[in-house]
């Protein structure tokens, strides 16, 4: 009689004392070596499995480290920026210093930020912060609830980037907001395609969104 394969490994497992009646089966059977033709014993078959498993285990650990080790890095980036605009005294400063740090520290090679609903004595008409912008850019910025990451991006941004523009592969872009209000946006672009791309994830841009529209409310009253 022919038992299916399921039944015969059910009836294993659900009797472990078959071996202990039946030691010198256990010591007959040879199955095949998945890494190579010869056939190998039962023992020697979960030896290599236990291998290959710990082998498995190893490389996601080396995998959990190395992204451990990345947020580190990017918490400590984000903290010497918060620690800097926590100091600034005016929204010029503000504006310099997430500059400083997104281009530097971040090493984000294209970085703009436009503003609006400033008030009238805030606005310095030679900033390209406060140019004014589209009806389609002001709407695009208040739908975001999240960072975008990809290519391409909202109406008017790669012109943002002047020259450079042209050759920004993927883009972040950031609303900036009071409450619920949303008064600018900050745009990173990069000449990597995989730089920004939408399935990454934005704990990060969205914390230094939130930090950089602090110090510009903060600033620009």
């Known amino acids: 009689m022919n038992l299916p394969a399921k ?3 059910q009836y294993l497992k659900d009797h472990p004392e078959f071996f202990d009646q039946y030691a010198d089966a256990l010591a007959q059977i040879h199955i095949p070596d998945p890494h190579g ?4 014993s039962i023992t020697e078959r979960q030896i290599g499995t236990l291998r290959d498993q710990v082998k498995r285990l190893e490389n996601k650990l080396a995998e959990l480290i190395r992204f451990g080790e990345e947020n580190d890095v990017l918490s400590g980036k984000a ?12 929204a010029g400063s503000v504006l310099r210093l997430l500059y400083e740090h997104l ?5 984000v090679p294209h970085v703009a930020v436009r503003l609006w609903d ?4 805030q606005i310095d008409p030679d900033a390209p912060e406060f140019t004014p912008m589209s009806l389609a850019a002001h709407e695009f ?6 960072p975008y990451c990809g290519a391409g991006g909202g109406p008017d941004v790669l012109g943002w980037f002047g020259a450079g ?21 900050m745009a990173l672009g990069s000449e990597e395609p995989q730089r920004f791309y939408p399935e990454m994830g934005t704990l990060y841009l969205e914390r230094i969104g939130e930090v950089a529209a602090a110090a510009l409310d903060r600033t620009l009253r």
């Open 37 to 40: 033709g010869r056939a190998v």
């Open 141 to 146: 910025a208040a739908t975001l609830k999240r």
């Open 7 to 9: 039944e015969v490994a």
């Open 79 to 90: 903290h010497r920026l918060d620690v800097a605009l926590v100091g600034a005294t005016d």
């Open 165 to 185: 523009g042209s050759h920004v592969r993927s883009l972040a872009l950031v609303a900036l907001r009071r409450g619920p209000a949303t008064f600018g946006l």
């Open 103 to 107: 281009c530097g520290d971040f090493a």
């Open 118 to 121: 400033v008030p009238e004595a």
